[in-house]
Antibody, heavy 121, light 114 residues
Framework: EVQLMESGGDLVQPGGSLRLSCAASGFNFSNYAMTWVRQAPGEGLEWVAGIAGGADATYYAHSVKGRFIISRDNSKNTLYLEMSSLRAEDTALYYC??????????????WGQGTLVTVSS | DFVMTQSPDSLAVSLGERATINCKSSQSVLYSSNNKNYLAWYQQKPGQPPKLLIYWASTRESGVPDRFTGSGSGTDFTLTISSLQAEDVAVYYCQQYYTAPPYTFGQGTRLEIK
């Protein structure tokens, strides 16, 4: 059974930093691209970043480019999102999701339960 | 970037009746070389993460009931629930994956029971 478990969400001040993790199990992690999608309170879904299975390609939304870094450790079956220069508008529930292919393809077939990031002073 | 626009924003349908949700893309998501539409639909029930329902605009994900049907091509798409069940109450999102990222979702359509 595919399982994705996010962690690391917290209350952080504007300008601060945070690292999210997503522990994966139930599938061959290195064979699939992974992605982060966020959802602000009461709002819709926003794709944030994606990384290929071999970590040889990464992609970012315009809103986070230069501030967030997506990475993965295939030996630990774990996906990361390093967030810096956080803003109030980054407040959201952050989901990790499994892509359907090795390359970043954009079709997300499994999702975690999410971890909440709140940016506020 | 692609803009995905869903209509309506919310919808109330009686149990057993048909529900129809529309999604319009600002650009075509039909890839001519393989004749596939790079369009997915997700269902998000209250307090839960999204769930993939349909991809390639009309292919049901494994385990999705056949009352869910996706249709359309190019820029205009429809998700139809043929006979609404109580467990179908959710917000539904369309999403394009035609281009290299960023991928974009529609704003969502909230489906309720009338």
């Amino acid at each position: 059974e595919v399982q994705l478990m996010e962690s690391g969400g917290d209350l952080v001040q504007p300008g601060g930093s945070l690292r999210l993790s997503c522990a994966a199990s139930g599938f061959n992690f290195s064979n699939y691209a992974m992605t982060w999608v966020r959802q602000a309170p009461g709002e819709g879904l926003e794709w944030v970043a994606g990384i290929a299975g071999g970590a040889d390609a990464t992609y970012y939304a315009h809103s986070v480019k230069g501030r967030f870094i997506i990475s993965r450790d295939n030996s630990k079956n774990t996906l990361y999102l390093e967030m810096s220069s956080l803003r109030a508008e980054d407040t959201a529930l952050y989901y990790c999701a499994k892509d359907g292919l090795l390359a970043v393809a954009g079709r997300f077939d499994y999702w975690g339960q999410g971890t909440l990031v709140t940016v506020s002073s | 970037d692609f803009v995905m626009t869903q209509s309506p924003d919310s919808l109330a349908v009686s149990l057993g009746e048909r529900a129809t949700i529309n999604c319009k893309s600002s650009q075509s998501v039909l890839y001519s070389s393989n004749n596939k539409n790079y369009l997915a639909w997700y269902q998000q029930k209250p307090g839960q993460p999204p769930k993939l329902l349909i991809y390639w605009a009309s292919t049901r994900e494994s385990g999705v009931p056949d009352r869910f049907t996706g249709s359309g091509s190019g820029t205009d798409f429809t998700l139809t629930i043929s006979s609404l069940q109580a467990e179908d109450v959710a917000v539904y999102y369309c999403q394009q994956y035609y281009t290299a990222p960023p991928y974009t979702f529609g704003q969502g359509t909230r489906l309720e029971i009338k």
